[in-house]
T-cell receptor
Framework: AQSVTQLDSQVPVFEEAPVELRCNYS??????LFWYVQYPNQGLQLLLK??????LVKGINGFEAEFNKSQTSFHLRKPSVHISDTAEYFC??????????????FGRGTSLIVHP | DVKVTQSSRYLVKRTGEKVFLECVQD?????MFWYRQDPGLGLRLIYF???????EKGDIPEGYSVSREKKERFSLILESASTNQTSMYLC??????????????FGPGTRLLVL
């Protein structure tokens, strides 16, 4: 079985400050990792994903994430946030599930609140 | 661009009513999913489907059923709505079954209030 823990339910930050949103996963097999963003009153959209290769993954809107297998983490970072980054961020993991299907498991979400 | 549309953005229903939530995707995706989203609980999978007329239970199927008569359409049915089904419902689709690498494409969501 796989699971995802997003360590912070809410992260307040000032505009132009750096931010890190933390995500840890547990799985007994190799996994694929995703970050999705949900802007107010919208559905989720993909920010970035790690499938294989370089452990540093770059996504849209200046975000990046680093896959750390030894620490089973996939933290999301941005060096300088904007007001428009205020949103809910979801970490997700996919891998073998029962019956051989690959269904993603989502974390509970982190609300990023950017203050002027 | 992939487009996933949901029939309603907001719905208000009474306890005991039968409720239909419709989802349509326009990219010929094989996989479709229904989630509910609640504050502090994230996304929880209700049902998913890999093909027409095929469905599989997710983590919280109780009180729900689904229908997939056409590849592009996946319907969620609340047989007898209850107040604890008040939630945001998100539909998603993806292609290529079974690799785990798929990106999910989400609709804008339906916010359902059951009174």
């Amino acid at each position: 079985a796989q699971s995802v823990t997003q360590l912070d339910s809410q992260v307040p930050v000032f505009e132009e400050a750096p931010v890190e949103l933390r995500c840890n996963y547990s799985s007994s097999v190799s996994v694929y990792l995703f970050w999705y963003v949900q802007y107010p009153n919208q559905g989720l959209q993909l920010l970035l994903k790690y499938l294989s290769g370089s452990t540093l993954v770059k996504g849209i809107n200046g975000f990046e994430a680093e896959f750390n297998k030894s620490q089973t983490s996939f933290h999301l970072r941005k060096p300088s946030v904007h007001i428009s980054d205020t949103a809910e961020y979801f970490c997700a993991v996919s891998g073998p599930a029962s019956g051989g299907s690959y269904i993603p498991t989502f974390g509970r979400g982190t609300s990023l609140i950017v203050h002027p | 661009d992939v487009k996933v549309t949901q029939s309603s953005r907001y719905l208000v229903k009474r306890t005991g009513e039968k409720v239909f939530l419709e989802c349509v995707q326009d990219m010929d995706h094989e996989n479709m999913f229904w989630y509910r989203q609640d504050p502090g609980l994230g996304l929880r999978l209700i049902y998913f489907s890999y093909d027409v007329k095929m469905k599989e239970k997710g983590d919280i199927p109780e009180g729900y059923s689904v229908s997939r008569e056409k590849k592009e359409r996946f319907s969620l049915i609340l047989e007898s709505a209850s107040t604890n089904q008040t939630s945001m419902y998100l539909c998603a689709s993806s292609t290529i079954r079974g690799t785990g690498k798929e990106t999910q494409y989400f609709g804008p969501g339906t916010r359902l209030l059951v009174l």
